[in-house]
């Protein structure tokens, strides 16, 4: 079967594999397609992303749909031909933080296409995927592979939202328009946020948020505006750091009024990393953090069928597996991309 495996930074090979074989309670899913990531854009430009670095050849990907190929003898619900979104998450269910409901912190997770463990869980990217049957979602037929493949970073948003607290009625930045920022734009304005204002460097992302509904797009650039907001204690009352640099962070907690909330979603580089603690100080912010995801997954697939929420203008550009490299070329360019899918060959 081929497989996208990358074995060090901007080597990324289309192998042959031996196809997976299948245990009690689990599915063979065929990949039909899969999203392009900013966690598989760092491990292809940089080897790493944040604190996780490539130790071994890694299989890139986490952002999967495809439709069942076979099924374990105790399977039940999941037919051949049935198409399915996957949930690359899978948590042991037995630690501490799972049995307090809490899966995406949990102790043991395999997550797909992660460096975050050694050995290295391998990803999506490939002809067939093996899972425990319960990350497989079904979708209905009229919901495209592409659009299924959304539900990972959706959920994303959808946590990072719910951590943000309530938004009925507030004033929302969020720092960093790709396709993260950008679903949680979506997310913020169906969760009742008054006004949303977006900062980034790149043309093509604020006019994507522009036509999403943003109110104001920003260039990161313009430093009198960005400066303007910090006046007076600062202006927002929830400020979402979605770019993962450390300068995004540090306007996030600028921007921020007084007693407002702070959630850092990017994910900053390696080590440590400079922090404006004196403004969660002095201002009495709160400062959360947001990590993946949990139950949002299934609330994602509920979304994207029920149309909930419209995809179609963040999914930019489309490759077969065979020119993943390609692929990868045009999703690191954020002027040219906003959401890189891979299909089957």
Known sequence: MFAAVLHQAKDLRIEDREPPNLAPGEVKVRFRAGGICGSDLAYYSKGKTGDFHLREPLILGHEMAGEVAEVAPDVEGLPVGQPVAVNPSRA??????????????????????????????????????????????????HVSFAEASMAEPLAVSLHAVRRAGPLLGEEVLIVGCGPIGALVLLVA???????????????????????????????????????????????????????????????ALRAARARGRVVQLGNLPS?????????????????????????????????????RIDLTPLMTHRFPVRDADQAFQVALDRNQSMKVHLLDL
């Open 189 to 251: 304005r169906q969760a009742g946020a008054r006004r949303i204002t977006v900062v980034d460097l790149a043309e093509k992302a604020r006019e994507t948020a522009l036509g999403l509904g943003a109110d104001e797009a920003v260039d990161g650039r313009d430093e009198d505006r960005i400066a303007a907001w910090s006046r007076n204690r600062g202006r927002f009352g929830v400020a979402i750091e979605a770019s993962g640099a450390p300068a995004g962070l540090d306007t």
């Open 92 to 141: 042991c269910g037995r630690c501490d933080y799972c049995m307090a409901g809490l899966e995406n912190q949990c102790l043991n997770m395999r997550f797909l296409g992660s460096a975050s463990i050694f050995p290295h869980m391998q990803g999506a990217f490939r002809e067939y995927l093996v899972v425990p049957a319960r990350q497989c979602v079904p979708v209905p037929e």
């Open 271 to 307: 080590g440590q990393s400079p922090v404006s603690a004196n403004l969660v100080m002095s201002k009495e912010l709160e400062y959360r953090g947001s990590f993946r995801f949990a139950e949002e997954y299934a609330l994602a697939v509920e979304m994207i069928a029920g149309r």
